[in-house]
Every structure is written in C-alpha cells, then in structure tokens.
C-alpha cells in the first residue's frame, strides 16, 4: 500500500504479520552506496556468511564482513528475562526467541522495522545505513509500563565477507563509555546513543557463538561458523519507555553519525524523493515503480578507481560488471530520473576502455578488471544513444562519440578474444578456446558450459545498434558518420541466422546454425535497429512461447532440448552447469515484452510481469532474483539482482504507456 509520510510525500508501506515476518526465507538489504551493504531476514536472522555489516574498502569493492547481527536482551526488574534476537544454530533450530516474539515486520520504502512484544514491552527497531558511512545504524523505541533493562552488542566476526571463521575469531573487545572498540581485523566501532536513559557500561566478556546459515548450505559451500558474541551495554530504560540507538561502523573515513535519529529522517526523505523522481521521469505513478525506484539505488554505488558512478551486478557476491552495469542504465537511472547518475556511469565505463572492449567485471579484490566480454562494450554504446536521446546532452554525446568510433574501429579491424568483423559479410565474429564471452559466461575451471564461438544473434543486434548509434549521434552533432558502410553491409546480411523456421542461436565458423532454442533471440528482435520480417517476428515469438516463457522469466534452454537442466541448485558446478541450460532469468523477460508491445499485444504484455510482480515480496523484499529454478520457479542465485530489477522497471512502465495510448484511443470500429 501506498501512504503519506511527514512531508505528505508518498511513501510505500508493505506490512507482514507475526506469521510472514517470521519466514526466515524473506531477507532484505540495505546499501551505503559504496559497495557495503547489511543483509539478513525480515527479522533480522542471519541468512547467509555476507551479514548485517559488510563495509568496502576500495569502493566499492575489497569488502569486509564485520556484525553477524546485534546482540540484543530484555529484562524486567522483577524477573525474567528475554533474547530479542535470534540466529539459527542449526536448520530450522534457533538461539534467542527474536521469532517467536514477532508482532511483524513493516516495510516503508524498504526500510525494515521490526515490532516485538514480551511480557506488554513493545520493542520496535528500525534499520538503516547512512550514504557513503560504512555504517549500519540500529533504533530502538521500547514501551514499558515499569523499568525494563535493554542489553546491547553484537555478534562481530571482522573477516574477508567471503570466508567463515573455522575457529573462535581473534578478536579483542573494549569498552570505554558509550564507546566500544573490536580489534584484531580490520577493526569494528560500535556506540551507544540513549538521550532517555542511563547506559552502564559492561566489562568485555566474548564469548563464541554458533551460527548457521541457511541459504550457504542450498548452495553447496560451508555453512556453519563460529562468530564472537558480546554483551557490550546495559540500558536503563524507566518506566514509560526511551528511545536508543546502537551504531556499528567499519571504521573507515567517512562522515560519523552524530545524531542517529536525523540520520533516519534524511534517509527515509531522500527514499521518498527517490520515488517522486521515478513518478516525474516515467510518468507512471504506482506502487511498483515507487518500490524499484527505491530498490535500483542500492545497486548504484560510487567507485573510486576509475572514479565514478558504477554498479553492483547483484548482492550479496557480485562486485560491479559492465555488461550488467549498461543492460541496467535505462531501468536504474533514466526511468528513476537520474540522469547525472548515467552520465558518470557512462563515463566510468568509457574511462576503462581497452582495445575497444569495457569491463567484463571489476575484481572483488580492487586488483584490476576481467574484458572477456564481446557484449558489454555494444551495450554500452546503445546505453550511450539511449541516454543521449532522453536527455539531449549533445555535450556528453560531443565528448563520447571519439571513443565510440575508436571502440568501433577496434571490433571492425579485430581485438582480444577473436572478436572481428567478418570480412565477407561484415557480422561480428567472436571467440577464443576457453574465454566465455557472451552473456551466458560461466566457466568451470577449463569447461567453457555454453560456448558461442562464432556469430552469436544478440551480438548481431547489438553490432548493428551500435553502429547504427554512432550514425545517428553523428548526424545529430552535424558530423559526417565513420560506420554507415559498415552498417549497410552488416545490417544486409543479419538475414543469414534465420534457418527454416527460427533463427539460429550463432552461427559456426564452418558456416553451420546452433538452432538451440535459447533467449537470446528475444535479446536480437527488442533491439530497435535489428531488420526482421513481421513472418519471422510471429514464428519466433510462438517459439519463445511454446518453449521459453514462464511466469518469471524465460528459460536459458528449451525444455524440450536433451541438454536442460531444470534443477538450479546444489554445489557450485552443478549450479553453473544448470546456469544457462534450462534455469530462468527474470531480466530477459523484458525484451519478450518489447516484442508483444511491438505487435500492439498490450494485454499479453500485462499478463507476462504478473509473476514478476507478485515475485517482489516473496524472496529479496522489494527486488527481483537472478535466477528461478526450470522446473520448480524456486528463486535462486542472489536475491537481489540489478538487470532483473531495471528490465523489470522498464517492461513495467513500457506496458502501463501502452496500456494508457490504448485508453486514451477509446474502443475500435464495432
């Protein structure tokens, strides 16, 4: 439901009862806009080894995980005593009874805040991380007839965010006031605020502290560490309640958070404006472009080295792809109303060119960057002319073209990876024994899973929107285009990939079709400049129906091919080898609903987001998955992804214009 916060702007409120809030399968995040992020369930459960306090280093990479969860107790003066946080020690058995207390859990602008009751103590917390602070921020308000006392720590591990501790961490605890310090690692912060009450500073007592996480055990990696618990306060909270807040911060250079509840009050206003600037720049005032404006800032993060905007590919393990980074920029940014967020976004990518090609990924570790991608550097120029369009900066689009004609240059006369223009018929070839290059990029070990060698149909289209780009930027700045030979002869010879009745996945180099019935083809025809026949358009989209569609996405492999894989799930190569073989994508859906609205099927359309739109409550709250499972529709891979939350946004707001010319032309001829 949509509400009316203090400034009478809307704000967007998701509540889950006592029974929901406590489905531990339900997580939400939070971000800094530097890569730091806290992670766990509506609750507050630990879910995974990546927890409430993950801090970069080099943002927004070379990330750290430092809090497990706070260490949180109540007790009345008269006796008893209660944990009101809870971690799984073992599948489905749990320390604390943070659970079972539960009055349930509200979202507002995806911001959590969790209500409890014990003994008539109500309890709310709220959660949020300030920008740019490497800090995860704690409110309590507690309602009390009588005196309670509110215990305070947490349960710090200060680690690689990767890795586990296989033994008691080595770390130190001290505190000193309202201050406490965690050493040993990187190092840890924490502070008390409490204006209404008395703290009493305890005497540092570590103590180890099991912790099981769910979702590393269906994946196949270790999954049970030891952590360090602390009791670091004692709060006096008097008869009628207080308020209190419980500060933990990696530590780094940046701005402190000198009064937590202000922090909370910019952070939820800059939230609501985030979604009145989606509402102006989409023209679509909903619930569902309210909640993805909000979900798409967590992905877009300042990077220091090239300096930047860039962005998270998904959390929790994704560090910042180029591929998934320009596939993004329309849905995070230009239909959020964030056009100087792609420009810098634009123009960090365009920085890290090498011989024509952007950035596959950024190394986790902030050692440099992979370029085994054919598509990330297409997808860039069509990202270019998608933004220059909207937006009119004909000065960026002065600036960029250069690049774009070098980048251009680079695949017609042949870069890393075998990736050339094709002499004969002027299609772009690419491949190299062992290099994935494509979208469908897993590797395990020296086994390329889906190998493409050859003239993959996306990278066609993308070849041909690229170019067809640099003509159209060239003609807008009054400038004679470098690539318009180019783009005749390869836009001529596209037709060479329909084989019978489909198009072929890619073409060998022997001269032979893959017809793998893949997504990919949905991919090829969304893209504006890519020449097909309304016969080949209707034959393929029964194709992509009868094979591929799901209510969430399409399949990365026909069911009906001997090769599918319908179980994503499992240890890491049986997860990879499913990837692309049958598991289903939620971000290609989009461009299957560019082609319905194509056809004037807006009804189609509608009907195609209606999982995906259901789908945002049930996993990462207010995001989008990765991956589904083929055969079950399982959510799976990282519960919070950024091309399945941009295309989502994109589809959305393309099928409610179409839905709203189609009004507006009234009924048709009786």
């Known amino acids: 439901m949509t509400g009316t916060g203090d400034a009478g702007q809307a704000v967007v409120e998701r509540r889950f009862g006592p029974w929901e809030a406590r489905d531990v399968d339900r997580e939400v995040l939070l971000t800094d806009g530097l890569g730091g992020f806290s992670l766990g369930s509506l609750a507050g459960v630990p879910t995974r080894c990546y927890g409430a306090l993950n801090a970069s280093r080099r943002p927004p990479v070379d990330r750290f995980a430092h809090l497990v969860a706070p260490l949180e107790e109540l007790s009345a003066l008269g006796g008893g005593h209660v944990a009101l946080h809870a971690l799984e020690v073992a599948p489905d058995a749990f320390e604390g009874r943070g659970l079972e207390l539960l009055a349930g859990v509200t979202l507002r602008d995806l911001l959590p805040e969790r209500e409890q009751l014990w003994r008539g103590v109500r309890v709310t917390r709220r959660a949020f991380m300030p920008p740019g602070s490497g800090t995860v921020v704690y409110l309590y308000d507690i309602e009390a007839r009588e005196a309670v006392t509110l215990t305070l720590g947490g349960f710090f591990v200060d680690r690689d965010m990767h890795d586990l501790h296989r033994g008691v961490p080595d770390l130190r605890v001290q505190v000193q006031g309202r201050r406490a310090a965690v050493t040993g690692g990187r190092g840890t912060r924490v502070r008390v605020v409490a204006p209404d009450a008395a703290v009493q500073p305890l ?241 395990i070990h020296d086994w390329v899973v889906t190998p493409r060698s050859g003239k993959p149909v996306e990278i066609q289209a993308l070849w041909l929107g690229a170019l067809a780009a640099e003509e159209r930027l060239s003609e807008g700045l009054g400038q004679v285009p470098a690539c318009s030979a180019a783009l005749a002869r390869a836009r001529g010879q596209f037709g060479k990939l329909w084989r019978g009745e489909q198009f ?136 919070f992804q950024a091309w399945s939350v941009a295309e989502f946004l994109r589809a959305h707001v393309l099928v409610v214009q179409a839905e709203s010319r189609a009004g507006a032309a009234g009924p048709g001829p009786a």
């Open 504 to 639: 072929a996945d890619f073409l060998t180099e022997a001269g032979g079709a893959d017809l793998s019935v893949r997504p990919n083809v949905a991919l090829a025809l969304a893209l504006p400049d890519t020449p097909v026949s309304g016969v080949h358009l209707d034959l393929t989209l029964r194709l992509i129906e009868s094979q591929l569609l799901t209510p969430v996405g399409l399949h990365t492999l026909s069911p009906l091919d001997a090769r599918y894989l319908g179980n994503y799930g499992g240890v890491r190569v049986q997860r990879d080898a499913a990837y692309h073989q049958g598991t289903v994508w939620a971000w290609p859906l989009a461009s299957y609903v560019d082609l319905l609205l194509r056809g004037g099927e807006v009804a189609r359309a509608r009907a195609a987001l209606s999982g995906l739109t259901g789908h945002l409550w049930e996993a990462g709250v207010g995001h989008v998955s990765e991956v589904f499972s083929g055969d079950s529709l399982r959510p799976g891979g990282c519960p």
């Open 203 to 443: 005497e540092a007592a570590p103590f180890p502290q099991r912790v099981y996480y769910r979702y590393d055990r269906a994946r196949g990696e270790p999954d049970t560490e030891t952590v360090l618990g602390a009791r670091l306060w004692q709060v006096q909270v008097p008869a009628g309640g207080a308020r209190v807040a419980l500060v933990v911060s990696a530590g780094l250079e940046g701005p402190d958070v000198l009064d937590p509840w202000a922090a909370y009050a910019q952070e939820a206003a800059r939230r609501r404006a985030l979604v009145e600037g989606a509402w102006a720049a989409s023209g679509v005032r909903d619930e569902v472009v309210a909640t993805l404006a909000v979900a798409a800032d967590a992905y877009l993060v300042q990077r220091a080295q090239p300096p930047g905007r860039s962005v998270i590919a998904g959390y929790p393990w994704f560090a910042d792809w180029g591929r998934d980074a320009m596939i993004s920029l329309t849905g995070l940014t230009l239909l959020t109303g964030r056009a100087a967020d792609a420009r810098s976004l634009l123009g960090t990518f365009l920085q890290a060119l090498r011989r024509g090609l952007t950035p596959n990924n950024f190394h986790e570790d902030g050692g440099g960057a992979g370029y085994n991608t054919v598509d990330g550097a297409l997808w860039l120029v069509v990202a270019l002319e998608r933004y220059v369009a909207l937006t009119g900066d004909l000065g960026f689009a002065r600036e960029a073209l250069p690049q774009v004609r070098e980048l251009l240059r680079w695949h017609l006369d042949g870069t890393d990876h075998g990736i050339r223009a094709d002499r004969e018929d002027g299609l772009l070839w690419s491949g190299e024994a062992g290099v994935q290059l494509t979208w469908m990029d897993v590797k």
